[in-house]
């Protein structure tokens, strides 16, 4: 059984459901096919992301997440996502979500990026952004 842990850096976030949510979240990896072993999701402030995308990306922006796989070519993922629940929550705002609903697109994207997706071009978007509705829509519709 792979190992999924919510940390918190310098926020804190109640999550309902968590074991239900991390059962969810390795299921999407059985979904699309891909061994998963651990993986650390981190919550944190604009300034923690900040400075993770600063000085691991050499990127001077906000961002809402940010992920990173830390196995080895061919071995089952391992992965660190680091989420700004600053950026979570205006995009909520911004693109009139509920606050759940953003938090698992965010916990889902990364899931998705670990499991080989990318978000760069137009078409990569477009899938990414189908996948991650499919898991929320399906998430929110599952028995509690």
Known sequence: M?????NYADRQLSLPNKKQLKAFIASIFQKEAVQLSSLNY????????????????QHD??????????QEEGEAVEGEIYISLE???????KENQPLINETLRVLFHGALHLCGYKDKTKNEIATMRQKEDYY????????S
């Open 136 to 143: 929320i829509q399906t998430y929110l519709n599952q028995p």
């Open 87 to 93: 950026r979570v929550a205006d995009n909520a705002i």
């Open 61 to 70: 922006y906000y961002t809402d997440i940010i992920t990173f796989p830390l």
């Open 2 to 6: 792979p190992t999924i842990k919510f």
């Open 42 to 57: 981190i919550f944190c402030s604009d300034e923690f992301i900040l400075d993770i995308n600063k000085s691991h990306l």
